[in-house]
């Protein structure tokens, strides 16, 4: 009797597809293409879009969309006037023989342009505690405070930036991590690495607050803010923008430049509309400026040259921390176990 049942399945299986019932998805109908892509697609780039009919339909409507919203098309052609860079989905809403089907492409939109590149000039250079694994640094009312990391030594630091001497201090649980630091409403906010957990001080008395933790972001690396909202990088391309009450991840953009993605993006600083970074292990002392709205990479900083001003040691490890003092109108640089603090000014190159 199963033997008879599996035979009768079996040629009403081959029946079915042999009529074509079982092979309908609309992948199997449709494919977009874009023609001509060899290299990379740009910002403001017109791509020449089509469908590629596999069953011949008789296709009455196509309607595209990227990332959900309604774009135009002029001879087979669409302008990714995205607001953003990093992926986007582009969608075919597709009529034929009397239904409605939707088959999807994902692309990655790069910047239009290469960043500018930039330089340096030192000003000053300042003493630095050496056994400090900087994470976060930033300037508010005109005095430095320092986040650090690695567990059992990450601290929360009030300094004299002129003489490294420790106005106030508190220390992380031993099994903390420490990252990204920054300030706003008399509020310091201060991340942990993979502890999926923030923390809220007052900023004169480094009394704990509150604490909140992180969303889809998964990871604290750098933090900074724009007077309103908290932008948060996770290590990833992304960077997030939270609710400076909730701290719920609102939005994120993605870091690229006009010929790749950007990842590991580290201690951030936000001024005058730009956001300045850190790029963890890329492999040069470089900090990059991103346009907080589009994810664009519209400079880079070369760093190169200031860690060979640090005196060597076992620990001595990469460029992390950067903060603007807008009394003076410099930046502040410095390095994870670095025994100095480089007040800068950058120069285009």
């Not at 089907?101 to 590149?117: F, H, M, N, Q």
């Not at 690495?193 to 969303?215: C, M, P, R």
């Amino acid at each position: 009797m199963n033997t008879l049942k599996f035979l009768a399945y079996s040629i009403l299986t081959l029946f079915i597809i042999a009529c074509g019932g079982t092979n309908t998805t609309p992948s199997s109908l449709f494919e977009i293409q874009i023609d001509g892509i060899n290299d990379k697609i740009h910002l403001n780039e017109a791509i020449t879009i089509h469908i590629k009919n596999k069953k011949n339909k008789t296709i009455n409507n196509v309607i595209y969309k990227i990332d959900g919203q309604k774009v135009e098309v002029n001879n087979n052609k669409i302008l990714l006037n995205t607001k953003k860079v990093g992926s986007k989905k582009i969608d075919a809403e597709i009529e034929y023989d009397g239904k409605t089907v939707t088959i999807s492409k994902k692309i990655v939109v790069y910047a239009p342009s290469k960043p500018i590149l930039y330089t340096y000039e030192i000003v000053n250079e300042f003493p630095h505690n050496k056994d400090y694994f900087t994470q976060g640094l930033e300037f508010y009312n005109d005095t430095l405070y320092e986040g650090t990391g690695k567990k059992g030594k990450s601290k929360l630091l009030k300094l004299d930036y002129k003489t490294g001497t420790i106005y106030k201090e508190h220390k992380l649980k031993e099994t903390q991590f420490g990252e990204g630091i920054t300030i706003l409403n008399n509020k310091i906010h201060q991340l942990t690495w993979k502890s999926n957990i923030g923390f809220v001080y007052d900023a004169s008395t480094f009394k704990e607050l509150d604490q909140f933790t992180y969303g889809k972001s998964k990871e604290g690396w750098g933090l900074c803010n724009n007077g309103k909202q908290l932008l948060k990088s996770d290590g990833s391309e992304k960077i997030w923008t939270l609710n400076a009450n909730t701290f719920v991840e609102e939005s994120f953009i993605e870091v690229y430049t006009n010929r790749k993605k950007l990842i590991k993006i580290n201690e951030l600083e936000y001024v005058d509309g730009k956001i300045y970074a850190n790029t963890w292990q890329s492999g040069q002392d470089v900090a990059v400026i991103i346009n907080p709205t589009s994810g664009i990479v519209e400079g880079i900083i070369n760093f190169n040259g200031l860690k060979d001003k640090v005196t060597k040691h076992t620990n001595l490890d990469v460029l992390n921390g950067i903060a603007y003092n807008s009394s003076r109108n410099t930046f502040f640089v410095t390095g994870k176990n670095w025994d100095k603090l480089f007040e800068v000014k950058i120069i285009k190159k």
